[in-house]
């Protein structure tokens, strides 16, 4: 952390993770009563646009000069800063959206800490610092992500989740850009808790297509668990605890999309699968989400009663569904991450079932593979 300058900290989430004895991914510092001319003039390289943020000549690691931000229009592009050599060093720590990030380190190691960050890592809380949470709707779902990556021995408190209600309320979540929710999202599905991100966020508007799945009945013969957003959010746990990929975990998010839509038209779920194609590629569309997840999950949702049931079908349906359906041949990397989604669709219904072996997948990829062996010799 040594270098010329008089006021630097290490802040933010490298702070978080020291305490938590994780090995953090970036060191990033904040800079108190300099000047961008001072920064320039000791090497530092301007990357921030917006801000003033440097690289440090020889680390490359970020150094930004202290700010304080006010909100100025709507979403989170309306924003007047400050980042003057006056602001203080918790001025700057009390615009960030936790306590647990509003940390900072100096080069003796001494922990400065105004909003009691260390209390609420002990306690696994998620608080907010100020008020001024509610300046930028983003935070909103950084925090579902936090959740996805501590678990559910974490929480968020009351007061904060109020905060995100209000937020909803005022209408500030409509001005989330797609292209971002996808972002914190996709992120959250590779997290070890997944389905915690989406749990914090149900009722708050933006993902409609599971708000729609609670209360939605299902065969208690078939789903002892419950309705169909429980199951859901079981069969990503399920992916996660395997390790599958994010396709496939996005596959397992989406396959009974459906079911709400045909529990609505005809007051049971036949014919989810084919009804859940297009919610997921609306879905799809309104997020910016990539071709490689979109497909997965059409495919996962046309067809995944098909994969369960394959010991029933005929040989002809079989070849049908591997060759024509999945483009298995073609796309075999999609094919195994269907294959993973629907052994997770099985297995998310409750502790009685989740080990239960699901032999299925396994004979449809043995399939596949004697398809890929006569394919190869053609």
């Known amino acids: 952390?040594?270098?010329?300058?008089?006021?630097?900290?290490?802040?933010?989430?490298?702070?978080?993770?020291?305490?938590?004895?994780?090995?953090?991914?970036?060191n990033d510092y904040v800079v108190i009563g300099e000047t961008p001319d001072t920064m320039q003039?000791?090497?530092?390289?301007?990357?921030?646009?917006?801000?003033?943020?440097?690289?440090?000549?020889?680390?490359?690691?970020?150094?930004?000069?202290?700010?304080?931000?006010?909100?100025?229009?709507?979403?989170?592009?309306?924003?007047?800063?400050?980042?003057?050599?006056?602001?203080?060093?918790?001025?700057?720590?009390?615009?960030?959206?936790?306590?647990?990030?509003?940390?900072?380190?100096?080069?003796?190691?001494?922990?400065?800490?105004?909003?009691?960050?260390?209390?609420?890592?002990?306690?696994k809380t998620l608080r907010h610092t100020t008020e001024a949470f509610v300046e930028d709707p983003v935070r909103v779902l950084r925090i579902a992500r936090f959740l996805a990556r501590y678990g559910s021995d974490w929480r968020i408190h009351p007061s904060t989740y109020e905060l995100m209600r209000e937020l909803k309320n005022k209408g500030e979540l409509?001005?989330?850009?797609?292209?971002?929710?996808?972002?914190?999202?996709?992120?959250?599905?590779?997290?070890?808790?997944?389905?915690l991100y989406f749990e914090a966020l149900q009722g708050l508007g933006i993902f409609p297509e599971l708000e729609r799945m609670v209360n939605v009945p299902q065969p208690a013969n078939h789903h002892p668990e419950g309705d169909v957003f429980v199951h859901t959010m079981l069969v990503l746990r399920r992916a996660a605890d395997l390790n599958f990929n994010l396709e496939a975990r996005f596959a397992a998010l989406t396959h009974d999309f459906?079911?709400?839509?045909?529990?609505?038209?005809?007051?049971?779920l036949r014919g989810h699968e084919r009804e859940g194609v297009a919610v997921i590629e609306a879905f799809c569309e309104r997020l910016k989400v990539p071709n490689r997840f979109r497909d997965v999950g059409v495919l996962t949702s046309d067809n995944h009663t098909l994969c369960h049931t394959i010991d029933q079908l005929r040989p002809q349906t079989i070849h049908k569904l591997i060759v024509t359906n999945l483009n298995a041949l073609v796309h075999p990397e999609r094919f195994i991450a269907f294959t993973q989604a629907c052994q997770c669709d099985a297995q998310g219904r409750g502790e009685t079932l989740v080990d239960k072996p699901y032999p299925q997948a396994a004979k449809l990829r043995a399939i596949h593979t004697e398809l890929q062996k006569m394919d190869k010799k053609l």
């Open 1 to 26: 952390m040594k270098s010329n300058l008089k006021q630097v900290y290490l802040v933010g989430g490298a702070v978080r993770d020291k305490l938590l004895n994780i090995k953090s991914k970036d």
């Open 41 to 123: 003039s000791l090497g530092f390289v301007p990357i921030g646009s917006d801000f003033p943020v440097y690289l440090h000549p020889k680390t490359k690691e970020e150094y930004a000069l202290g700010r304080t931000e006010r909100k100025s229009g709507k979403g989170y592009t309306g924003f007047v800063v400050d980042a003057s050599p006056t602001v203080t060093l918790e001025e700057d720590l009390a615009r960030r959206d936790l306590t647990i990030n509003s940390m900072a380190l100096d080069e003796h190691g001494n922990i400065i800490d105004p909003f009691n960050g260390q209390t609420d890592l002990q306690n």
């Open 174 to 195: 409509n001005h989330l850009v797609p292209e971002r929710v996808w972002l914190e999202t996709e992120k959250a599905l590779g997290e070890k808790y997944p389905e």
């Open 258 to 268: 459906g079911k709400a839509l045909s529990f609505k038209k005809y007051g049971n």
